[in-house]
């Protein structure tokens, strides 16, 4: 018998439990298809957004199964680099091979294996093996969590890389690979590695769910529990999580939690209860999101997050463009760090803001507190701004002195930057004169 009162939702965790994972049709679709056709694939998403549970799932047999992969042909070894970071190509093979070993029902070849471990591991001893396991009808499969490792081991270099690449091409080894980058575009990658051993790969993006999908994971969980949560609880849980699984279940956690305290009672109340909690966990996420950006994508963060507080003053997704870096907001869509939505403050047609107002929040309380000592004139004399900068520390001058000073390099250097004196300079002043005068930096969940 389902316990009713236990809390169904997940707060941190990697889920391995195949019954608890939603959504990710399309994506599983596309990786599935090629895997079956020995292709390899590059999962590329931010931090917490699903990637390793998404490999849980679908290295699951019972999955793979119903997916049309029979486990007597599509074989898989995982393995996760986190933590490893010194690893030498033999321990790693060994692993591997470990791993596989599991999934073959063919005794010579479980021996050869063996027998392979208990010494150093080279490439063409791999190769053999791996075109055995091709011609008695095996597809094998290597998924590889947090691959950033790899890129940076200084055990792996070209030589591994080329070798990963040489049992892809001639051995048909598939492997999917999860990382938060584009590997691609990482230092190391396009200096060290090189790109050959990633030109094989198809890129698969985790972004954001889907609204149905995301409905799915919040009403789902609670069909075999006495707490159901209603159309306005689910607008909540929007509006403060987004569509980010990860964030989503975090909210719920909590809302789920306050249903079940007796001192909850009121709605209100709950959302209150919900909201502390989820700030409470989120926090140390945001700030690596934050932290993980770069300038140009902390302003529109910026930008985005006090604009919406302030929306009652009519601001307009329109008067941004031409002043936020178009690529910037469309790869913090693609990150699912922002989104298009209806504003809840006026209803009106789409517009981009912050992925979680929880997020806005937490930015506004940012770029706004800890003011220092020094004043904005002080900082100018001190560091002697020339040229560009000069003139736009000057232009800004009025508006920077109510920022936290930790920004003050960061903005005087994006309003010195060609094109960005008028308009960023007025972008500035809507934002921080808006906030200042009006003290709205509050917690606007309830002001609707
Ligand atoms: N498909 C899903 N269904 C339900 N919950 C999910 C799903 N994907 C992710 N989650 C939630 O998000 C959390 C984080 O997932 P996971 O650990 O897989 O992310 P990640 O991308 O690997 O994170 P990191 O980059 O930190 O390694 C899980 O604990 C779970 O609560
Ligand atoms: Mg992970």
């Not at 691959?147 to 049992?167: H, I, K, T, W």
């Not at 709605?267 to 909201?275: S, Y």
Request: charged share 25%.
């Amino acid at each position: 018998m389902p316990n009713n009162d236990i809390n169904p939702f997940y707060r941190r965790k990697t889920l391995t439990d195949i019954n608890q994972f939603y959504g990710r049709k399309e994506e599983i679709k596309k990786v599935f298809s090629l895997i079956r056709v020995a292709e390899s694939c590059s999962l590329i998403g931010e931090r917490r957004i699903g990637k390793s549970s998404f490999l849980q799932y679908i290295i699951h047999p019972q999955t793979r199964a119903s997916y049309g992969l029979p486990l007597e042909r599509y074989i898989v070894g995982y393995f996760d680099f986190l933590g490893y970071t010194n690893l030498t190509p033999s321990d790693f093979w060994n692993l591997i091979l470990e791993e596989l070993s599991y999934e073959i029902n063919d005794e010579k070849l479980s021996l050869k294996i063996e027998e392979m471990r208990k010494s150093e591991i080279k490439l063409q001893d791999l190769s053999r093996l791996m075109k055995e396991l091709h011609q008695k009808g095996f597809q094998t499969t290597i998924l590889l969590d947090e691959f950033e490792y790899a890129a940076s081991n200084p055990n792996f270099d070209l030589s591994f890389f080329g070798g990963l690449r040489n049992l892809s091409t001639n051995c048909g080894l598939a492997y999917v690979i999860a990382s938060t980058n584009d590997l691609l575009e990482l230092y190391y990658v396009k200096n060290v590695i090189g790109s050959p051993f990633f030109n094989i790969f198809t890129n698969v993006f985790l972004g954001p769910f889907p609204e149905d999908e995301a409905l799915e994971l919040i009403k789902s969980p609670l069909e075999e529990s006495c707490v159901s949560f209603s159309e306005k609880d689910v607008d909540f849980i929007f509006k403060i999580a987004g569509l980010h699984p990860f964030f989503l279940q975090l909210a719920c956690y909590h809302l789920f939690d306050a249903y079940k305290s007796k001192q909850l009672k009121e709605e209100e109340a709950r959302f209150r209860h919900t909201l502390a909690n989820f700030k409470n966990d989120a926090l140390r996420h945001f700030k690596y999101y934050w932290d993980n950006s770069n300038d140009e994508e902390k302003i529109i963060f910026a930008a985005l997050s006090i604009l919406e507080q302030r929306d009652s003053r009519g601001f307009r997704r329109g008067e941004l463009e031409g002043v936020l870096d178009e690529k910037q907001l469309k790869s913090l869509e693609n990150r699912g760090l922002i989104k298009n939505a209806v504003s809840p403050q006026t209803g009106a047609k789409p517009e981009v803001m912050v992925f979680s107002s929880a997020f806005g929040e937490w930015i506004v309380e940012e770029i706004t507190s800890q003011r220092g000592t020094v004043s904005f004139e002080e900082w100018v004399d001190k560091v002697k701004p020339k040229g560009r900068i000069n003139e736009a520390a000057s232009a800004v001058r009025n508006t920077l002195s109510k920022v936290n000073p930790r920004y003050w390099e960061m903005l005087t250097r994006w309003v010195s930057q060609p094109g960005n004196l008028d308009k960023g300079k007025k972008l500035l002043e809507t934002m921080f004169t808006g906030i200042l005068n009006a003290g709205i930096i509050c917690d606007f969940v309830f002001s609707q």
